[in-house]
């Protein structure tokens, strides 16, 4: 998470039992990237960013031969922490891989989790992208200007939807909007949904004023012309999309949202290396070259402890931004 506003927020962003056992007994090599066996945790619906991000990256390191037969499944639950908790008690579990992102960073502290991302092994940090401020096709809101003179009217009545939990992109976003516009951040009307898939259908049917979600989220929608594109939450203009940052509407700030992957606990350091390796060689391959470009993601890649240390700074900013804004 990078956060530029006045306030200077950041300097630089139970055991739950649920299916079938997930160690998975695998074939195969044991050397070089390949991992026999290995599933990918979504901690949401089908459709969010989560889930676009590990189903890229699965038929990426498939096609770009790095491992075979990678499972994408989800256990979506409390802005995440039901799969972080999962996860967690997977102790050892090399087989084993999570998506996550700031999201989940933002749930921990929302939801009191008492599994946080400290308990997890780091294995990288692949993209970072904008949030996009969006409406349904018949929207009486023409631009981003049109939006915030109406919500400077009345706050309370113009419900904001995100994919996120509090704490997570999709809630801090538009709460810096307010912010920015002069809005108090608790009279914001935000309805969270467990990803992006959930939150579509209520903006196409208008259950939501606006909605705020990820880039990559929505760009099919965008371009058919069945969602109108406001703004974008980053400090540049995204290429190929018609549509001014917050700065550019008046809104002194700019925010931007970015999405890893974690592994269990327990990990000797020879399956911690292999899946760092596979992730490295994932970055490193044109199909995921291609992946970032066609969803508008920015390679924002840092692998094992580096990674780490970022998701501690994470950890401490989403805390201070919370209590800043009075949330």
Do not use: C
Not at 12 to 19: D, I, K, Q, S
Not at 259 to 279: H, T
């Amino acid at each position: 998470m990078r956060l530029r506003t006045p306030l200077a927020l950041l300097g630089a962003a139970l055991l739950v039992l649920v299916g079938p056992p997930l160690l998975t007994a695998g074939s195969g090599s044991d050397t070089g990237t390949q991992i026999p066996g290995l599933r990918v945790m979504v901690p949401n619906t089908p459709g969010g960013g989560y889930d676009i991000t590990a189903r890229t990256a699965a038929k990426n390191a498939e096609d770009a031969e790095l491992t075979h037969n990678i499972e994408v499944f989800n256990l979506p639950g409390a802005g995440g922490t039901v799969g972080l908790t999962r996860l967690v008690g997977e102790h050892g579990n090399g087989r084993l891989a999570m998506s996550m992102g700031l999201g989940v960073v933002g749930a921990v502290h929302t939801n009191k989790s008492p599994r946080t991302l400290a308990d997890t092994t780091p294995i990288a940090r692949l993209t970072e992208e904008q949030d996009i401020v969006v409406v349904s096709k018949d929207s009486p809101y023409k631009s981003i200007k049109d939006l915030l003179a109406a919500w400077k009217k009345d706050p309370g009545k113009l419900p904001v939807g995100g994919g996120s939990s509090p704490g997570g992109p999709d809630h801090l976003a538009p709460m810096l909007m307010a912010q920015a516009a002069g809005i108090a951040p608790k009279t914001v009307n935000y309805i969270p949904f467990d990803g992006g898939g959930e939150l579509l259908a209520s903006i196409l049917g208008n259950k939501v004023a606006f909605g705020v979600s990820g880039v990559g989220e929505y760009l099919d929608q965008i371009k058919a012309g069945e969602l109108r594109l406001l703004a974008v939450t980053g400090p540049e203009r995204v290429p190929g999309l018609d549509a001014p940052t917050l700065r550019e509407a008046g809104l002194d700030t700019d925010f931007t949202n970015w999405r890893g992957v974690v592994a269990p606990p327990g990990l000797s350091d020879a399956e911690r290396d292999k899946l760092v390796g596979l992730f490295q060689g994932l970055h490193d391959s044109p199909q995921w070259k291609e992946s970032l470009k066609k969803n508008g993601w920015d390679d924002a890649f840092l692998t094992g402890d580096t990674f780490g240390d970022f998701l501690d700074e994470q950890d401490k900013s989403v805390d201070s931004v919370l209590k800043e804004l009075g949330l």
